[in-house]
């Protein structure tokens, strides 16, 4: 079982092999491939560093605690109607994405996150409503 925080939700989706070191964008891609391949993993919904922040590299100041990080976790959860402490498989995820979003909620809800510019969020939760689950990743 993996823990995830809320905007991790909505990362995986539009994840596309890019990221913030090597080692993270190697795990990132580790559990995208995952639950790509196997959507009844189970994940673990937290309220804290989660499987994704154990390798956000230590250079500097470490974003991951930042209250605006934790803000945006309550606001996606809030918005799936899902719970912290939650056990659910990534399938289950999808389903609630498809019920409660739409791709211009990234506008809003990520309106922070530099990775928003790139416009892969809204494409990713697009192809979850269209039920094509997560893009692979070459």
Not at 16 to 43: A, F, W
Not at 73 to 82: P, Q, T
């Amino acid at each position: 079982m993996y823990k995830l925080r809320g905007h991790h939700l909505f990362c995986l989706l539009g994840y596309r092999g890019m990221g913030y070191s090597k080692e993270y964008v190697e795990n990132m891609t580790r559990l995208h491939q995952t639950l790509r391949n196997d959507p009844k993993t189970c994940i673990q919904l937290v309220n804290e560093p989660d499987y994704l922040c154990e390798k956000y590299p230590n250079s500097g100041e470490y974003h991951c605690q930042h209250d605006n990080i934790y803000e945006r976790d309550a606001v996606i959860l809030e918005k799936l109607e899902l719970k912290i402490g939650q056990v659910l498989n990534w399938e289950d995820v999808e389903s609630h994405i498809q019920k409660y979003v739409v791709p211009s909620d990234i506008q809003t809800v990520c309106e922070t996150c530099f990775w928003r510019s790139y416009g892969v969020c809204e494409e990713g939760i697009q192809e979850i409503l269209e039920g094509k689950g997560l893009r692979e990743v070459k």
